[in-house]
């Protein structure tokens, strides 16, 4: 019997696909050093936990409005909105079972077949994938690897841009690159956005993750507020990944039929994790500033055992949790001409296991450097400071 052709156009998170890698590796009897995936091996806080609790006790377990209950919609608003200093409303709200489904949901609601979306390349595999799937062309923009950091080609960004130009997808705070955008960049994007008169889904899971300065949105800046739609997930600001709670953000015309796919797709959020959500918006913020506190220690620890192998060069993010260093230097040293086998090289010899920048989009033409991706959200810090310390002897060895 054939199946569905649309099916072949579906990508998916290939983190998991090197998880499967390292998992094989490690029921052989190896020490595994699990940098792959961006998951958490912190807890919930415990406040956002036992409301939960509560919420089941109390019998709050059945079918609720397909964009979500009114207290977490009206936490939300007012919770978002003073970050980003503008006015939403619980209307402009609809809550979802994780940040992930807003992007398919995003795209069906403002693409039609053919058009075209730009979305970052290094980034979120995701996009890409739903882009594609759902019967759009995706057109990456790229970036420049500068003293500074990673920043976007604005120039290569802007030759993209066509008459089927529909959609612009921006991630702050980027996964896998950890890179903020600049005000100015960000007023740029913004003014091209106006300039084509593009949607906007500013992807902004990260935003709450930071250690230095302060996170701003595209949102804030004039003209931008009818125009976008905010990515929103409790998974990583609280680590709440496996509870699957998020949201769409954006103008009630665009979250009205947001809300409709809700129901089509899921009926609703399960009600007693939105209940969880509400806590931890408003409730006690103290677990969340610990978890924060600890993401700091990894990424200090994780940055300095990067700087003591031979060849690695890495930029010191503020935000995220990943870091996405350049090795083309440790790979000559290895004797590997290809990342993939630099990277099960590195996995036998050290018990690293990462993804490289092949995981996250389709390499551009004309592409410069060798890159990998390391998350040190769900390792230890003695973890990995073991680690590293034995993919430096590795590398230091040859």
Known sequence: MKLADRLERLGTETAFAVAATAADWLSKGNEVFPFHLGDLNLPTPANVSAA???AVAEGKTGYCPNAGIAPLRQA??????????????PENIAVQPG???????????????GDEVLYPNPGFPIYESQIEFNDGVAVPYRYSDTPKGFRIDLDYLKSKISKKTRALV????????AAEMTDDERQA???????HNLWVLADEAYYDIRYA?????????????ERTVILYTFSKKFAMTGWRLGAAIGPKGIIDRISKLNTNEESCTAQFVQWAGVEAINGDQSGANELLRVLKTR???TIAGLKKIPGVRVHTPDSAFYVFPEISETMARTGHADLADFALGALHNSGMSFCTRRHFGRPLPGEQGNYIRLAYSGVNNDEIERGLSRLA??????
């Not at 939300?76 to 409303?89: D, H, I, P, T, Y």
């Not at 921006?170 to 690159?177: F, G, T």
């Not at 994007?189 to 300039?195: G, R, S, V």
């Not at 002897?393 to 040859?398: C, E, L, M, P, T």
Request: net charge positive; aromatic share 4%; charged share 25%.
């Open 76 to 89: 939300l608003a007012e919770s978002l909105g003073k970050q980003r200093k503008v006015n939403f409303m």
């Open 189 to 195: 994007l913004a003014d091209l956005a106006i300039k």
């Open 393 to 398: 002897d590795w590398v230091s060895s040859k």
């Open 299 to 301: 990424r200090d620890a």
């Open 213 to 225: 300065g302060e996170s701003k949105s595209v949102v804030s800046l004039p003209g931008m507020l």
């Open 52 to 54: 939960m609790h509560r």
């Open 99 to 113: 940040g992930k489904p807003v992007i398919g949901k995003f795209l069906r609601s403002v693409m039609n077949p």
């Open 170 to 177: 921006l991630n702050d705070q980027q996964n896998p690159l």
